[in-house]
């Protein structure tokens, strides 16, 4: 990774932070046409679509960042996220089986739990929702 695409996404994840979301896609657009496998600019220009309303072309820029993830733990990072943009669209079926193939990385089990409670919530499977809920609590201690 160049370090001018370094720069880009660090201007680009404080710029999200700071809630200048235009500014926010910009950077992380320039960071990414620098380097397409950097997957945390990816995740970032992701969460500032979907804040921005566009969660489409967020799961877009996800689904296509899989595939050229450059790890395990950045697949299910993209797939993780995609799991939370996909609950913001209203697509709950497509969040869960995104949570699911993140769930199949280790680490990745508290956010997994706490975003298929999410999903459960979001479709009424309120028993469902409390299970995950409590797999999460419990293993945040």
Do not use: W
Not at 15 to 27: I, M, R, T
Not at 71 to 86: E, I, Q
Not at 93 to 111: I, K, Q, S
Request: with cysteine.
């Amino acid at each position: 990774m160049s370090s001018v695409a370094r720069r880009y996404l660090e201007r680009g994840t404080a710029a999200l932070k700071g809630g200048d979301l235009e500014s926010a896609q910009e950077s992380l657009r320039a960071a990414l046409e620098l380097a397409p496998n950097m997957g945390n600019a990816r995740v970032a220009y992701a969460v500032a679509l979907a804040r921005a309303g566009d969660c489409p072309r967020a799961a877009q820029m996800l689904r296509a960042g899989i595939g050229r993830a450059s790890s395990p733990v950045s697949a299910a990072a993209m797939y993780a996220t995609l799991g939370d943009v996909l609950v913001m669209g209203g697509d709950f079926l497509g969040a869960e089986d995104a949570f699911h193939h993140a769930l199949r990385t280790p680490n990745f089990e508290v956010r997994v739990a706490s975003g298929l409670a999410r999903v459960y919530g979001k479709l009424g499977r309120f028993a469902d929702m409390a299970a995950q809920l409590k797999i999460a609590a419990q293993l945040a201690r």
